[in-house]
């Protein structure tokens, strides 16, 4: 009988020192979670969970570690458990929905909410929850009538009407959503992301001075306020403000460094100021961060096309381009990047799928009447560049080459009206002058000619073309130090000149008649 009293009075002792080893796990565990020690957090809030399994803390702390760890199917099993345990607490369930939500299973989420909702009909933010999971999947009606029940119960929670009005801004109903915000800033004066939702309400509406203004007073409010900084930069960037822009975007990358958003804008802004290296690093790490981003690789594709590194923008914009197949921008991307290596058919059915979506896409247009006008389809090529014209009159690169094909139609006059409309568009733009001097020559105006290659070398130095024609005109009236002069001139700009062969031989027949050069270097 003793022996038996002692056996389980040793079993009692076993089984309460497992319970205080699950206890210490566990209150370890949720102290690691609150100091966002994730990985140890859920190392030990599995190891409580295992060892007691019917503790409801242990089952709901591992569910929000996992949650905050975006484990979101594993955190649902020990959010299901909690909930199993203790079926009326409205934590357990509202996480549990929110895992849901955010394992793309809405529906799953909103059944949770209305179930919690069913036992507390006066639970104002459980109505703004399954506002916000109505809102996410575009029920907007469903989403606004939650929120007035929301409202109706909690008329003094600013966030309600905040969200409440973003539905409006998401349905296009601007003023609408205006109104909301304001009520949430009478609701509460302080409330800072109200200032942030209102300003992007003036920041849509192009008010970018009331826009910068509500931004500035979020950030009175609340100095960490990294959406904020963020948007401040984004109404900079539309004033053309790139400085101002980058260094906001900096500010909120610096407050959260997971936000993505801004760290692509900050790229788009060091392409504007044309800091292409910078651009590049900044693509670089979303990249690395969002391998699957089309925006990603898309942005990233852009700044190595504009660095002229073309096969490796080909690679970026493809992946870009099959991960979104409607984004017309990584489409015409990927066939400027083809058509700068001179692989046409590549490029033209880059941009042919361009127009199979936009059929009035101006740069698809463009872009394919340059590609027929370098291969000699002029006739083609002018089709698409009078397409150019009709659609946006004033498109300087379209009058260039209309021009240039009115040459090889032999009609300098329409030429003339051509580099003479890109001139009126483009101030000091050096190939309206090169255009004008062909017309010149094919005129026979040789005088008017002289002058207008001059006009194109004064703003461009390496308009090299027409320091060829140049070098012609004074090598046809006998002046063979000018002549020798351009033609040397080229050479020394680039050395790899297409007509560099025939350039080396006039030198040198030059040289032979009497030229001197006393700077003579062999090219």
């Known amino acids: 009988m003793r022996t038996h009293r002692r056996f389980i009075f040793l079993s009692i002792l076993a089984i309460l020192g497992c319970v205080n080893a699950a206890q210490d796990k566990l209150a370890a565990g949720l102290a690691a979670l609150k100091a966002g020690n994730l990985n140890q957090a859920v190392a030990l809030l599995q190891d409580a969970a295992r060892e007691d399994p019917g503790s409801f803390k242990a089952q709901m702390g591992l569910g929000n570690a996992f949650l905050m760890t975006r484990q979101y199917d594993k955190a649902i099993a020990s959010l299901e458990k909690a909930r199993e345990i203790d079926p009326a607490n409205t934590g357990a369930g509202s996480n549990l929905a929110a895992a849901y939500s955010l394992a793309g299973k809405p529906q799953k989420s909103i059944e949770i909410y209305k179930s919690i909702l069913q036992r507390e009909p006066t639970n104002a933010e459980m109505y703004s929850n399954l506002a916000v999971i109505y809102q996410s999947i575009g029920e907007y009606d469903n989403a606004l009538k939650t929120y007035d029940r929301a409202i109706s119960i909690k008329a003094s929670e600013p966030r309600y009407y905040m969200n409440k009005g973003k539905v409006y801004l998401s349905t296009n109903r601007p003023s609408m959503a205006m109104e909301l915000f304001e009520q949430a800033l009478k609701t509460d004066p302080n409330y800072g992301p109200g200032y942030v939702a209102l300003g992007t309400a003036y920041l849509n509406d192009a008010k970018y001075d009331k826009a910068q203004e509500c931004f500035l007073t979020a950030i009175k409010h609340d100095p960490d306020s990294w959406e904020a900084q963020g948007n401040l930069g984004l109404a900079n960037e539309m004033q053309g403000k790139i400085d101002q822009a980058i260094y906001h975007y900096g500010l909120a990358i610096k407050l959260n460094p997971n936000e993505d958003k801004y760290l692509e804008n900050l790229g788009a802004a060091y392409m504007k100021k044309g800091d292409v290296d910078l651009a590049l690093l900044n693509y670089r790490q979303c990249v690395a961060r969002h391998p699957n981003s089309s925006r ?228």
């Open 296 to 523: 990603a690789h898309g942005g990233l594709g852009l700044a190595l096309l504009k660095n002229k590194q073309y096969y490796d923008a080909i690679r970026e914009l493809q992946m870009a381009s099959d991960m979104d197949s409607t984004s017309l921008l990584y489409l015409n991307g990927l066939g400027a990047a083809y058509s700068a290596l001179e692989k046409w058919d590549g490029a033209q059915d880059c941009f042919q799928r361009v127009l199979a979506i936009d059929a009035e896409n101006i740069e698809a247009r463009l872009q394919l009447g340059i590609l027929n006008f370098r291969q000699g389809r002029y006739q083609q090529a002018e089709k698409y560049l009078r397409g150019v014209v009709a659609i946006s009159p004033p498109d300087a690169e379209a009058h260039y080459y209309l021009g240039m094909i009115d040459l090889q139609k032999n009609d300098p006059d329409a030429a003339g009206r051509e580099f003479g409309e890109l001139a009126a568009l483009v101030k000091n733009d050096a190939r309206a002058y090169f255009g004008l001097g062909l017309v010149y020559v094919k005129k026979a105006d040789l005088q008017q000619a002289l002058q207008q290659f001059n006009q194109a070398i004064k703003y461009d130095e390496k308009n090299l073309d027409a320091r060829w024609e140049l070098g012609k005109i004074y090598e046809s009236t006998g002046d063979k130090d000018a002549a020798y002069k351009e033609f040397k001139k080229i050479l020394l700009i680039d050395a790899n000149y297409r007509l560099k062969e025939p350039i080396k031989k006039k030198l040198l027949l030059f040289r032979e008649q009497g030229v001197k050069d006393d700077e003579w270097q062999n090219f």
